[in-house]
């Protein structure tokens, strides 16, 4: 089984920052892309950033230059620096991953969540 855990949420005030995390274990062979999405109450799920195995990165236009994705390949984590932020960037934020097992068999796994809340 492979496990996805978010830590880094919370609660800050707009213009502050936050780093989400996200560790992946389990029975893996090696991680392609990896990524952060976001879920506002009553909206969608939705791509914040996305960065893949070698480090190439993809952000969602509402974040850039404001939020930054890295990867540590040899921890199996994925990182998102958020800064500047703002009230509307409130929403659970989720980890992702596309993740070979042993077997060679590719699957998308999604952590359970952080929430990070930006109020006054």
């Known amino acids: 089984q492979v496990q996805l855990v978010e830590s880094g949420g919370g609660l800050v005030q707009p213009g502050e920052s936050l780093r989400l995390s996200c560790a992946a274990s389990?029975?893996?062979?090696?991680?392609?892309?990896m990524g952060w999405y976001r879920q506002a109450p009553g909206k969608e799920r939705e791509l914040v950033a996305r960065?893949?195995?070698?480090?190439?990165?993809i952000y969602a236009d509402s974040v850039k230059g404001r939020f930054t994705i890295s990867r540590d390949n040899a921890k199996n984590s994925v990182h998102l620096q958020m800064n500047s932020l703002k009230p509307e960037d409130t929403a659970v934020y989720y980890c992702?991953?596309?993740?070979?097992?042993?077997?060679?068999?590719?699957?998308?796994?999604w952590g359970k969540g952080t929430l990070v809340t930006v109020s006054s």
């Open positions: 960065i893949t195995s070698g480090g190439m990165t």
């Open positions: 389990g029975s893996i062979f090696s991680i392609n892309a």
């Open positions: 992702n991953a596309d993740i070979a097992s042993v077997t060679r068999y590719v699957m998308s796994h």
